[in-house]
């Protein structure tokens, strides 16, 4: 009986001791990543568009590894797209902010480049927790106006979906998205996007008059649901 506490505790130590896919996932190369939690056929690096066969190619990498070039396309596609949606909100716009936020660590990108090198789309995800929960944050996706409704932000958002599903114990793909952007919200509900638990509520201020936050949260569970026999 001894013993078997013994080893009861000893194999509970041992649990603990073991790293989270989280940080086991943050902690890979853009190669292992793409290896293990990709796992893309050969022909992922072009994305055809469909009505018109031209080819653009796909590139995953992380935030560190962005040219100064790539960076600032994707910053200026951000502001162009949602420029407005940021200043309307409470949120406000801050260069420098969002910048830093696109800078930070564990934050990966897929870009989406024409045939002269020119970004014309792209995403950013993070393996993180939210809420004690392991999830797959999807920062960023923005595609230039030409490419919009074209099936790109569907392909990228597919990617970011198998990407969460080959993470063990990851729960779901999350998102944050400003209420002013309805063309956002109809397409990630298209997606099977549904508003998170831990989207911010109503607020009733005291003389009765009702706040609406002016963001959503909205995520969509795993297949698994973050259920992994060899963490859980
Ligand atoms: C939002 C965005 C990434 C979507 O990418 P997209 O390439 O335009 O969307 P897709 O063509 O892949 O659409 C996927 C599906 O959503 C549907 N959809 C997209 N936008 C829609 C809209 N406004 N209303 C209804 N359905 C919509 C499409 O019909 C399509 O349905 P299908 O699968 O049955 O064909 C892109 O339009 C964009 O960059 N918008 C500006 C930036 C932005 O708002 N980003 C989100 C910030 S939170």
Redo the contacts with the bound molecule.
């Keep these: 009986m001894a013993e078997d506490q013994s080893n009861e505790s000893s194999s509970k130590a041992r649990q603990s001791q073991k790293i989270h896919p989280i940080a086991i996932a943050n902690d890979k190369t853009d190669d292992e990543f793409i290896r293990d939690y990709l796992k893309p056929s050969p022909e992922w690096a072009t994305w055809l568009r469909p009505l018109t066969q031209k080819p653009y190619s796909l590139e995953f990498l992380s935030s560190h590894e962005l040219s100064k070039d790539d960076f600032k396309a994707c910053f200026d596609?951000?502001e162009l797209?949602?420029g407005a949606?940021y200043k309307s909100s409470s949120v406000g716009w801050h260069p420098a902010m969002k910048k830093k936020e696109m800078k930070s660590p564990d934050l990966r990108y897929i870009l989406v480049k024409d045939d002269t090198g020119t970004v014309k789309?792209f995403?950013s995800l993070m393996p993180t927790f939210e809420n004690h929960e392991p999830v797959l944050y999807?920062y960023?996706?923005?595609?230039?106006?030409d490419?919009?409704?074209?099936?790109?932000?569907?392909?990228?958002?597919a990617q970011l979906i198998a990407i969460a599903e080959n993470i063990p114990s990851t729960k779901k793909v999350m998102?944050?998205?400003?209420t002013s952007?309805?063309?956002?919200?109809?397409?990630?509900?298209?997606?099977g996007f549904t508003k998170d638990e831990f989207s911010p509520r109503d607020r009733t201020l005291r003389g009765g008059k009702v706040v609406k936050p002016d963001y959503v949260i909205l995520s969509r569970g795993t297949a698994h649901g973050g259920a992994d026999g060899d963490w859980n």
């Design positions: 596609i951000i797209t949602s949606d789309g995403t999807c960023e996706v923005h595609l230039t106006p490419l919009q409704g074209s099936g790109l932000g569907k392909h990228l958002m998102l944050t998205c400003f952007n309805a063309n956002g919200l109809k397409f990630y509900e298209k997606l």
